[in-house]
């Protein structure tokens, strides 16, 4: 088996590069607990009325050219060389649920400025993808999430699932919800009114934005 010949006949073992692990906060668990207490505290007093209504949201970035972290290098070796490591292109998803199991449609966030640096109508899948409601927007100067994605994400993906989740259930047009959000700076930036978290507050103010503890 190729995997004898690697550990056997050139004595190679899978190993990996590291990097150190983000520390959580000393006083994690009370901070969670006080963050849960708050929601806890929405649901009841402000009348979340249903699971559908809670939503959390949260990006991660994804290589287009995936190399992986390990490779196989002889037992012993301190210089461990993983091709393609140094690969950087990426885009960022933007992946929200309900705690009602519904899954909202995702947002694809690239960078560079012009129409073709989106995923092209011709590529394998656009159809697919169109048929399930994601949607694709440019980042800031890089793939990353901008205030302006953001808010093309509430517009275009939160508010049509929030009307079809009021439709199925009779509720108002404006049913609060709460939208369920990490400390990222653009998430809670607020030093001018085009600010994402202004914005939200002012233009659709029963949406009501809390955040996860920073490094929990």
């Not at 209504?53 to 190399?67: C, H, R, T």
């Not at 091709?83 to 950087?88: I, L, P």
């Not at 901008?146 to 275009?156: A, L, T």
């Not at 009114?193 to 103010?205: I, N």
Request: hydrophobic letters at 40%; one cysteine or more; glycine letters at 6%.
């Amino acid at each position: 088996m190729v995997h004898d010949i690697l550990r056997i006949e050139l004595g190679w073992s899978m190993r990996a590069s590291t990097r150190a692990a983000q520390k959580i906060p000393d006083e994690w668990e009370a901070l969670c607990l006080a963050a849960h207490a708050r929601i806890t505290f929405d649901v009841r007093i402000k009348t979340i009325k249903h699971p559908c209504l809670l939503v959390n949201g949260d990006q991660g970035g994804f290589s287009l050219l995936p190399s992986g972290k390990k490779t196989w290098a002889e037992r012993g070796a301190k210089q461990i060389t993983v091709h393609g490591h140094d690969e950087k292109r990426q885009m960022t998803m933007l992946v929200a649920s309900s705690c009602s199991g519904e899954l909202l449609p995702f947002q694809t966030v690239w960078g560079g400025k012009r129409a073709d640096s989106l995923p092209s109508p011709a590529a394998d899948g656009w159809e697919e993808a169109e048929a399930l409601g994601f949607k694709h927007a440019h980042g800031d100067t890089r793939h990353w999430s901008s205030r302006q994605s953001m808010k093309e994400w509430i517009q275009e993906v939160v508010i049509p699932y929030h009307s079809r989740m009021c439709s199925k259930y009779n509720f108002a047009p404006e049913e609060r919800m709460i939208l369920l959000l990490d400390v990222w700076p653009v998430h809670i930036a607020k030093t001018s009114e085009e600010d994402f978290l202004p914005w939200l507050k002012a233009t659709y103010p029963w949406i009501l934005p809390r955040f996860i503890p920073g490094g929990c």
